[in-house]
């Protein structure tokens, strides 16, 4: 089994950064792909980025490459996402997921294991 806490949402300005944390318990975790999902008002859960089993690859969704940077510290069951150059429609409820392989997984049906969502919101 394992269970995942974000924390470090918040509210912030146009242009301004914030990291999210994902602390993971369980005896799995090294060997989990995880991933990141943001969810809005009236919208589905949208993924935002995944990272293998060791840090060595990742992939974002269009709307976040180059903004955001998914990382993962296996030593410390923690996954990070850091969020710059924020903008209004990034607003959402961020989520953390995690599920067993070594692939890049998009679809939020793929994973096993959530949190309960951090919330992001970026003023104009």
């Known amino acids: 089994q394992v269970q995942l806490a974000e924390s470090g949402g918040g509210l912030v300005r146009t242009g301004q950064s914030l990291r999210l944390s994902c602390a993971a318990s369980?005896?799995?975790?090294?060997?989990?792909?995880m991933a990141w999902f943001r969810q809005s008002p009236g919208k589905e859960r949208e993924f935002v980025a995944t990272?293998?089993?060791?840090?060595?690859?990742?992939y974002y969704t269009d709307s976040v490459k180059g903004r955001f940077t998914i990382s993962r510290d296996n030593a410390k069951n923690m996954v990070y996402l850091q969020m710059n150059s924020l903008r209004p429609e990034d607003t959402a409820v961020y989520y953390c997921?995690?599920?067993?392989?070594?692939?890049?997984?998009?679809?939020?049906?793929?994973?096993?294991?959530w949190g309960q969502g951090t919330q992001v919101t970026v003023s104009s």
């Open positions: 997921a995690a599920r067993g392989g070594s692939y890049l997984y998009t679809d939020a049906s793929d994973y096993s294991y």
């Open positions: 369980g005896p799995t975790f090294r060997r989990d792909a």
């Open positions: 990272i293998t089993q060791t840090g060595g690859d990742q």
